[in-house]
């Protein structure tokens, strides 16, 4: 089975430029979260959705952050305009369902991000 | 709400060495608990969860119990291997609205050497 899938994996861009990330989760699963890990804040929850559906998005650092869920395949995060302290490791994670997270979240990858 | 408290590092311990790796938690009731660990470069993965107060989780040669008596989740080894150099975050589940989402603790760097 593919596990969850983030794309791209590095991403370097220029301070406001509009940066999107790219997540895919585990086929079947109807919960997805948004983590942005930094040495400074270690890792946050950004956003979740469940059932496509955003269900506490207190973590969205600012207006200039912004996610998507157009369908239980696929989501987006997207940064714009991006300034160099967005600089981080944004993970994507997915569960089965968000009541019933005993039996955990399931991480992509990531994608490092750095804003010059 | 839940929280979780996680002893800070860096940990630097030599190859089969004892390792505990301390955590507490605040919480109402008596939510899941969770150990992650993240091998540099990767992602977050589920190492040892316990569901319910005296459980013991299990996974790799870790062990982690649900102390209720002393709200605690401490991460233990045996004999550390250099491959187990990572970050390892504590978490729990908090229940907000009929939803739940895991809250971490800020993990904790170990590094074995040979």
């Known amino acids: 089975d593919a596990g969850v899938i983030q794309s791209p994996r590095h991403e370097v861009t220029e301070m406001g430029q509009e940066v999107t990330l790219r997540c895919k989760p585990i086929?079947?699963?109807?919960?997805l979260f948004w983590y942005r890990q930094t040495m400074m804040r270690g890792l946050e929850l950004l956003i979740y959705?469940?059932?496509?559906?955003?269900?506490?998005d207190s973590g969205m650092p600012e207006d200039r952050f912004s996610a998507k869920m157009p369908n239980a395949s696929f989501s987006t995060l997207k940064i714009q305009p991006s300034e160099p302290r967005d600089s981080a490791v944004y993970f994507c994670?997915?569960?089965?369902?968000?009541?019933?997270?005993?039996?955990?979240?399931?991480f992509g990858p990531g994608t490092r991000l750095t804003v010059l | 709400g839940n929280s979780v408290t996680q002893m800070e590092g860096p940990v630097t311990l030599s190859e089969e060495a004892f390792l505990t790796i301390n955590c507490t938690y605040t919480?109402?009731?008596?939510?899941?608990l969770f150990w992650y660990v993240q091998y540099p470069g990767e992602g977050l993965q589920l190492l040892l969860k316990?569901?319910?107060?005296?459980d013991k989780g299990s996974n790799k040669g870790f062990e982690a119990t649900y102390r209720k008596e002393t709200t605690s989740f401490h991460l233990e080894k045996g004999s550390v291997q250099v491959s187990d150099s990572a970050v390892y975050f504590c978490?729990?589940?908090?229940?907000?609205?009929?939803?739940?989402?895991?809250?971490f603790g800020k993990g904790t760097k170990l590094t074995v050497n040979p």
């Open positions: 978490a729990l589940i908090r229940t907000q609205g009929g939803s739940e989402k895991l809250v």
């Open positions: 086929s079947g699963h109807n919960s």
């Open positions: 959705f469940n059932n496509n559906v955003p269900i506490d």
């Open positions: 919480a109402t009731g008596y939510p899941s």
């Open positions: 994670a997915s569960s089965p369902t968000t009541l019933g997270l005993a039996g955990g979240q399931f």
């Open positions: 316990a569901t319910k107060a005296d």
